[in-house]
Structure formats: C-alpha cells, structure tokens
C-alpha cells in the first residue's frame, strides 16, 4: 500500500465514524419546509454557528434581531483540510414565507474556504444582518455549506439581481439552487438554520 493511499483509508475510517448523519437537522430542515422548499434532501451534518456568547444555534431557533447583528463569532462544520467549501446564508423568505418571489436573499457568501479555516475564504458577499420588514412574519435564514469540486474563480458567474428602484425587476432573483448548479457545487454537505421576526427598525 502507497503511503497516500494508507492515509486515506485512515481518512476515511474517520470521517465514517464522524459522520453519522443528524436525525434532528433533518427533522427540522423538513418540519419547517426547507426540504422541499430550497433543496431536495436536508444536508447530513450541522454547521456549527455561535452567535456571542450564547452557545451553539438550534437548528429552527428563533433569535431576536439584536442578537444577530454582527458575524458569527465562529462557524464551522466537519471538515477535510485538504478541500475548499463555500459557506452561504441567506434569506429564503423574501419578501414573505407566503411568497418567496425575491429569490433567496444573500447575507453572506464566502467561497474557496480552505478546511476549517473560514477566515482564509475569499468574501463574495459580506456579513449582512437579517432584517426582515417588519409584518411579514417569522423569516427562515439557512446556512450552507457545500465542498467545492475545484477553486471557484471571481466571474460573473455570480450574477447579481440588479438594483431596482420599485420599478420593474427585469432580471431573475438570486438563488442557492442556481448558485450551486452554475459552480457545480452539488449538494450541500451541511446546514442549519434561525428565524427571525419581522420588524420595524428601531430609531
Ligand atoms: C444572550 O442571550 C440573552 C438572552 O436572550 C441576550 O439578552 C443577550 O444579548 C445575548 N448575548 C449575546 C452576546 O448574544
Ligand atoms: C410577492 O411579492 C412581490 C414583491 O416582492 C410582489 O410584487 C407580488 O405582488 C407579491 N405577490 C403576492 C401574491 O402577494
Ligand atoms: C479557477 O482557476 C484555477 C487556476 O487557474 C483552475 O484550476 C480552476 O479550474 C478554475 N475554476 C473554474 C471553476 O474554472
């Protein structure tokens, strides 16, 4: 046996015994309709996200705007050193769960995302805090994460819907489906997901 192939197979071995798909992300992703509303099969691992001091996200949890506002303090899920991963947050429910027609709305992209190291990614799409408007109902956020088959190159592969000043929006919403077939990106390998409240911004 090659030494490379020995260390693989340890690998492997490994990530078998990690690997062990999450029943309760699953449960979730399907009891509040991501499955089937933005992919076809919940993710098996969780992606990790702490929010401040305050622990690990609950996948489904409902947090309260203010604590959302800056980047997670840490993010992060099962993975091999070796690869490259996009992580993307976004909202799914724009401008309302009843009617998803804005697409999915972007509040972070980061790409080629080397292991476990999201501080060495290439920020396609900064951080932005959700702010749903206010009476349009608890909004879903998914994180995803997916392990990229080669090194995602900055092209206009990531169209961006245009700006729209209330007129007519000619070009088609963003979403993570058209996303992820465009950098063949695949299924997501891990997920999760908050919601938050709709609501007037403070002044
Ligand atoms: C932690 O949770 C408490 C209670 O919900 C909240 O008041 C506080 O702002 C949170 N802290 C952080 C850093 O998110
Ligand atoms: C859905 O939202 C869009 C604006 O984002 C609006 O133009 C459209 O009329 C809405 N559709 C329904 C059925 O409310
Ligand atoms: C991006 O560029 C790298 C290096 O030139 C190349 O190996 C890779 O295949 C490119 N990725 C895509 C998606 O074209």
């Known amino acids: 046996m090659r030494p490379k192939t020995a260390a693989i197979v340890v690998l492997l071995s490994i990530s078998l015994a990690q690997s062990e798909e999450d029943p309760i992300l699953k449960q979730k992703f399907e009891e509040h309709g991501l ?18 001091e305050n622990g690990t996200l609950q996948p489904g949890e409902v947090l309260p705007q203010d604590q959302i506002q800056g980047e997670p303090e840490k993010v992060s899920w099962e993975a091999d050193p070796d690869e ?5 947050m976004t909202d799914i429910d ?8 804005d697409g999915d709305e972007k509040r972070w992209l980061v790409v080629n995302i080397p292991g476990y190291g999201l501080a060495e990614g290439e920020v396609r799409s900064p951080y932005e805090p959700p702010q ?7 909004h879903r956020f998914i994180f995803l994460v997916y392990k990229q088959s080669q090194t995602l190159n900055s092209t206009d592969e990531d169209p961006e819907p245009e700006t729209t000043t209330g007129e007519s929006e000619t070009s088609t919403p963003w979403t993570i489906n058209d996303f992820a077939r465009v950098n063949e990106l695949g299924d997501p390998i891990a997920g999760n997901f908050f919601r938050v409240e709709g609501m007037a911004t403070e002044e």
């Open 84 to 88: 490259l991963y996009t992580l993307i």
């Open 132 to 138: 749903p408007a206010a009476g349009t109902g608890l």
């Open 35 to 52: 499955v089937p509303d933005v992919i076809g099969k919940a993710p098996g691992r969780l992606v990790k996200v702490y929010y401040g």
């Open 94 to 101: 724009a401008p309302s769960k009843e009617n998803r027609s």
